[in-house]
């Protein structure tokens, strides 16, 4: 009967399974000349950096004894977050105008990211900038807050919009979809009423006259 067990950094997990198997053991009884697979599952802590890790598996029946030593290579995970100052996918613009909305770029993995840029998906028309435009390297956990300048088309009629936000890299990528709440410039505002004010004024003087026919 051989039992099993591992030396591994701290707090990663290591299973032995047999071969073609999805079952765990911790031993397994072998008769004289006989051969059996074995597979060993190497779990890594999540937040574990990339680079090369020891893993040395035992096995022993009394006392023999046997051991070898595995070299585990992490490349590390590539994962990428946006995300607004207020966690809110909203905002409100002018048509017409600029309107800036900040928002965090976030290394949400294990590794280094290296090269990232930012685009927009918007409505015809539309300008939407960025400032930074690029990121050139976002270590582990930090982020990276951008001002986004977003000018709806003068035209634009008031109503909600939608735009896609992306920032990506040869690793990772992530989207984000904002509703954008346009509105008229006040000037139309008070364009508009001045145009209501000047036809009541003019169906007063044209009742004004007919009264007097």
Avoid: C
């Amino acid at each position: 009967l051989f039992r099993f067990s591992a030396g591994a950094p701290r707090g990663w997990g290591v299973l032995f399974k047999p071969a073609y198997e999805n079952k765990q053991i911790s031993s397994i009884r072998l008769k004289a000349n006989e051969t059996k697979g074995l597979d060993v599952a190497i779990t890594p802590l999540p937040w574990q950096g990339p680079g090369e890790y020891a893993v040395m598996v035992q096995t022993s029946a009394g006392a023999i004894k046997d051991t070898l030593d595995l070299k585990v290579v992490l490349t590390g995970s590539y994962e990428l977050k946006l995300a607004t100052e207020t966690g809110r996918l909203d905002t409100k613009a002018t048509a017409g105008k600029e309107n800036n909305l900040s928002i965090f770029v976030v290394n949400a993995g294990s590794a280094e990211i290296h090269d990232i840029t930012l685009s927009s998906t918007k409505p015809e028309g539309w300008v939407i900038t960025f400032s930074p435009d690029r990121i050139d390297s976002l270590p582990v956990g930090m982020q990276q807050e951008v001002n986004v300048g977003i000018e709806p088309a003068a035209k634009s009629i008031a109503g909600d919009y939608m735009v896609t936000l992306k920032t990506s890299s040869e690793l990772a990528s992530e989207t984000m979809d904002l509703r954008v709440a346009v509105g008229t410039p006040t000037h139309w505002g008070w364009i508009g009423v001045g145009i209501i004010v000047l036809v009541i004024a003019g169906l007063a003087v044209l009742f004004t006259r007919l009264g007097r026919r």
